[in-house]
């Protein structure tokens, strides 16, 4: 998944990068990427998003004219994947992201200025603890490839996190 992230996107997570999920079908490409920790570990700043933001990142890349797009009735957006039960495997998010602010921005992705949808509200982990979390969504054509990006951030530097890692973000 880590390298399948890289061959389409450039990003910078804070602490160990991980690998969730990866698909590489022809010049169809997604990958799941964060920093949470794996399932026993005993680093326990890294279990708590109150010491160290937790990130999820998926990217994906499709040829233009691919169908990319996952609907979900459920939700505002058409390319909402990681709110679909399970896809969070990092997380294990339990139930939906509970969005309490949203704003459409304008910012480049992959050197295109796009709109981009910011979610800020509330995570619940597995363990039943909620925390503060921040959304961006965001896709982008580059020649003949559609780019999308969902990221989300948790903690209480979850905000600075985000915004962080979206500005790192460089399209291969």
């Keep these: 998944a880590v390298a ?24 169809i490409k997604m990958a799941v990427v964060g920093n949470a920790p794996a399932a026993g570990s005993l680093d326990t700043a ?4 109150t010491l160290r933001p937790r990130v999820e990142l ?3 890349r499709t040829p233009l004219g691919t169908r990319t797009r996952v609907s979900n009735p459920n939700s505002g957006s058409d390319f909402d ?3 679909l039960p399970g896809l969070s495997i990092s997380y294990d998010i339990q139930g939906d992201f509970q969005a309490m602010r949203s704003i459409n921005s304008r910012s ?16 619940t982990l597995s363990d039943g603890a909620s925390y503060p979390a ?16 969902i990221l989300m951030a948790i903690g ?9 890692l979206f500005n790192s973000l460089q399209c291969n």
Excluded at 134 to 149: A, M, T, W
Aim: hydrophobic share 40%; proline share 3%; glycine share 8%.
């Design 4 to 27: 399948i992230a890289h061959s389409i996107m450039n990003y910078q997570i804070p602490g160990d990068v991980t690998g969730s999920f990866g698909l590489n079908i022809g010049s």
């Design 46 to 49: 890294a279990l708590n998003p």
């Design 58 to 60: 998926l990217v994906a």
């Design 81 to 83: 994947l990681l709110s």
């Design 108 to 123: 480049a992705l992959c050197g295109v200025v796009t709109t981009v949808t910011i979610r800020n509200g509330i995570a």
């Design 134 to 149: 921040v959304r961006y969504e965001s896709s982008s054509i580059v020649e003949d490839r559609h780019y999308s990006i």
């Design 156 to 164: 209480h530097d979850a905000k600075s996190t985000a915004e962080n």
